[in-house]
């Protein structure tokens, strides 16, 4: 089993689905509201403990209702909350969302509240995990001073450090130096490096510009198209899987949480972007973000299926 650790934000999702969204100054009749686990950093962590890793997130949440949504769904999933603290006064994360039901399309505004409050001292506290993990994980929705300790401390142990710069921000292009695996979509891939992303000679371009930075191994997502690699020497594009999407909401967050547990596994890297493929595949076809992270003999049957890859 491997295990995943890294600072990462906690939400809880307010989503609300419609026939269709709206523009600017009407109001849509909806047809259902739910409230769900979310932030990326959960998100991944909870596709990680799914697909078969011991997960340690460390994170943020408020003393309200809000933060019971989370600590009941971490205590059912039986995922640790040794490093999720409840600050004074803190009011826990949330992202409000829109789900188009005409073709699962989504658009969001996430509210960090307590999430704010992951900073380099409470990645520092969790020190001796880090030398005992298999892969370090993190995004950018907590703090940038997390993310470097997360860095630094993968470095010290020598773990392999993989970034899910999303969502973009402005951040000093030195974050990305000694990064062993940079995760962008298409848009964030554009935005870091300058380069607009629609074909795989594009990624080679944008990807030319990450390894500048001092980045290892280049993945950007594609959605539909799949995911392309490379580090530098050898390119990959692994085909997207054609599955019935319901909701596309927690794609990506499924797609870093599965190709985490299989790094941290030791799996080469074209089995891990195959294995991570399929779990974001599943997810698609699921309601909700954290809930729609697969099972891993979900995964492993798919992988088969799909790929002829039986681990």
Do not use: W
Request: net charge negative.
């Amino acid at each position: 089993m491997a295990k995943i650790i890294g600072p990462g934000s906690l939400n809880v999702d307010i989503t609300g689905y419609a026939p269709h969204l709206p523009v600017g100054g009407e109001t849509t009749k909806g047809t259902t509201l739910r409230f769900s686990p979310g932030g990326k950093g959960s998100n991944q962590m909870t596709a990680a403990h799914r697909a078969g890793a011991d997960v340690r997130l460390i994170g943020r949440r408020g003393n309200d209702v809000l933060g019971d949504i989370l600590q009941r769904f971490y205590a059912d999933e039986g995922m640790s909350e040794q490093y999720i603290a409840s600050p004074d006064g803190e009011e826990t994360g949330s992202a409000l969302i829109e789900i188009d039901e005409r073709d699962a399309q989504n658009r969001i505004i996430v509210i960090p509240a307590a999430n704010g409050r992951v900073d380099r001292a409470a990645v520092l506290a969790a020190e001796a995990e880090f030398a005992s993990a298999d892969a370090v994980l993190t995004q950018l929705e907590t703090t940038v001073e997390a993310v470097i300790a997360a860095k630094e401390l993968a470095k010290k142990y020598g773990k392999p450090f993989i970034l899910n710069p999303a969502p973009f921000i402005e951040i000093d292009k030195k974050v990305f130096d000694g990064v062993d695996y940079v995760t962008p979509n298409e848009t964030e891939a554009e935005e870091f490096t300058g380069i607009k992303v629609d074909t795989v000679e594009d990624c080679k371009k944008a990807a030319r510009v990450f390894f500048d930075m001092g980045v290892k191994n280049v993945i950007i997502t594609l959605g539909v198209r799949g995911a392309f690699f490379s580090d530098g020497r050898t390119e990959l594009l692994i085909p997207a899987l054609k599955m019935k999407a319901v909701e596309t909401t927690g794609a990506g967050d499924a797609f870093n949480g599965g190709f985490a547990t299989a790094i941290g596994e030791g799996l080469d890297v074209e089995t891990a972007l195959k294995f991570a493929t399929c779990t974001s595949a599943i997810s698609v076809t699921r309601l909700g973000a954290a809930q729609s992270m697969p099972q891993r003999t979900e995964i492993l049957a798919l992988l088969q299926e799909k790929f002829g890859i039986q681990l």
